[in-house]
């Protein structure tokens, strides 16, 4: 259920058959916020946060003094408080000190529980942050005192809590008896979808393109996040243009928000064994690069992004170096793709396709890819023929990077690029993994007609290295045959190179498949010189002892 449905639900609680409601979810979904909201023209209303609460007591006490006493004096009620007051007024001389006492003695419960009978509408108590309640609290208190205030004349109970964090022995407590006490419980899973941001001080139009795009769930967060940028534009002169604070406050949004709540952090595979893979994916949980993934686009720098990172981090913040940033956000062109009109994004779309097409690399191929698909998704408009095109530069860059002797990029995530893009993450996965399949390919198909010279090293050296990967040892384990011929074994004619050439790709065959490769060794010596044989047993022993 979104938290919207809050409102709905508290605007009809007059005629609901149920005295007492729960409302259930992950804190700062909005729960408190929409009740606060539902409730706020209601002057019928006691709010008690159970954070802090030092005794059970302190509930019947709020209820008395915010209920029973507040808005009633002029009435039945008040003749009847009056008349306890001035009673106690005779023992303490004054009305004033009376008052005071009534507020710690323990008849409190006793006066609430007689003033509300002379209630004539629904009265609404609001019991906030059940699951942060003292340690030294009863929770079997609270349900009594709960059961107790519906017994009242016109007296209605909301509950609110997040009972995934109520502490084990209360949790016991509370799956004994909240079927007993609460007559409803409704599970707020979803954010709210309509807020009123005007009243968290956040513009609106801004936090709901955001929102469009990063699927933030905690409200308490993009407060935070507001507030950050409060306090970095204090900092920021008066006639800074309205475009460079737009994206001062997304960056200041981008850092509290995944700082906060890891939108973009992956768990790491703990079946992974491969060094390459897991240092990749150490790269991309980094903080500063699940921020990037926020900030497509903008004109502002990289540098001042890790300096309003560290001011978010340490507390330090170099106003000099904000105005340098400033000017050269002056000097860095027209407004972001961020904040532009869906026309104007598509008078861009074009610009974006002929960059993609003439990029030099794979980084300036996949920022021009995946702005273009980010924003033509966005206005609903059909990307497939740029996805296409995309995928066959991909293809054709990544191959030049093979055959160059660079495919250590392959063991790059999609993650390094900050690609945003779904559709453009799985199009580079999968021809990420076809040319993780060509560079194996290539290698063998070199090794397979020559062992000789520093290329076939190289790449002996390189098979012998990826045969750790999962991935791509199933792919030379497919190839592996091809290299059972006699110049894959140190034989004939041999110098050094050739000598540790062979003994990669030995190396590679017995832990494809030990049996096949020694039955092999041993048909290959009998058609060997001695040193020959000597040779294959020697790289044999230091192959099996490893």
Known sequence: MKADNIKNIISDIDHLPYRAILFDGTWGIGKSYAVNEALEANPNVCKISMFGLKDPKQIYHEALFQLALKNNIGGKIGEIANNVLDGLSKIWDKVGQAKEVVQSIANERELFLLLSKEFTSVHIIVIDDLERMSDDINLEDIFGIIEELKQCNYVKVIVI???????????????????????????????????????????????????????????????????????????????????????????????VVESIDNLYYK?????????????????????????????????????????????????????????????????SGGKSNYYKSDEEIRRVLPTLREEMIEAKNLAELNQFADSYVVWSDILEENNE??????????????????????????????????????????????????????????????????????????????????????????????????????????????????????????????????????????????????????????????????
């Open 161 to 255: 809590a997040n009972t995934d964090e109520i502490q084990s022995d209360k949790k016991v407590v509370f799956e004994k008896y909240n079927e007993k006490v609460i007559e409803r419980i409704y599970h707020i899973t979803e954010r709210a979808e309509k807020v009123t941001w005007s009243k968290m001080n956040i513009h609106a139009d801004f936090v709901e393109k955001f929102l469009e795009i990063h699927k933030v769930k905690n409200l308490r967060t993009l407060e935070k996040a507001q507030r950050f940028f409060e306090d970095v534009k204090l900092f920021c002169n008066s006639d800074m243009s309205e475009q460079f604070l737009e994206e001062l406050r997304l960056i200041c949004f981008a850092i």
């Open 267 to 331: 768990e790491a595979n703990s079946n992974n064994t491969d060094s390459v893979e897991k240092m990749v994916s150490t790269i991309g949980n980094t903080l500063q690069h699940r921020i990037g993934k926020y900030l497509y686009g903008i004109k502002c720098s990289g540098n001042l992004v890790e300096m309003l990172l560290e001011y978010y981090e340490e507390g330090v913040l170099n106003v000099d170096q904000l105005d340098a940033e400033y000017k050269l956000f002056l000097n």
């Open 385 to 546: 023929s740029v996805l296409s095109e995309y995928r066959k530069i991909l293809n054709k860059m990544l191959k030049e990077i093979v055959l160059s002797g660079k495919e250590e990029i392959l063991t790059y995530s999609y993650d390094l690029f900050h690609i945003s893009s779904e559709k453009i993450k799985r199009i580079y996965q999968e021809e990420n993994k076809e040319m993780m399949k060509f560079s194996i390919e290539t290698y063998v198909r070199y090794l397979k007609n020559t062992t000789r010279g520093k290329k076939a090293y190289e790449y002996s050296y390189k098979l012998r290295n990826k045969l750790d990967s999962s991935y791509y040892h199933d792919v030379i384990m497919t190839n592996g045959d091809d290299l059972y011929n006699r110049i894959s074994f140190p034989v004939d004619d041999v110098d050094e190179d050739r000598y540790h050439t062979c003994y990669n790709i030995m190396y590679v065959l017995y832990h494809l498949d030990a049996e096949k490769f020694l039955q092999y060794c041993e048909e290959l010596k009998e058609d060997c010189d001695n040193m020959s044989r000597h040779r294959i047993d020697v790289l044999i022993e230091e192959i099996v002892k490893k």
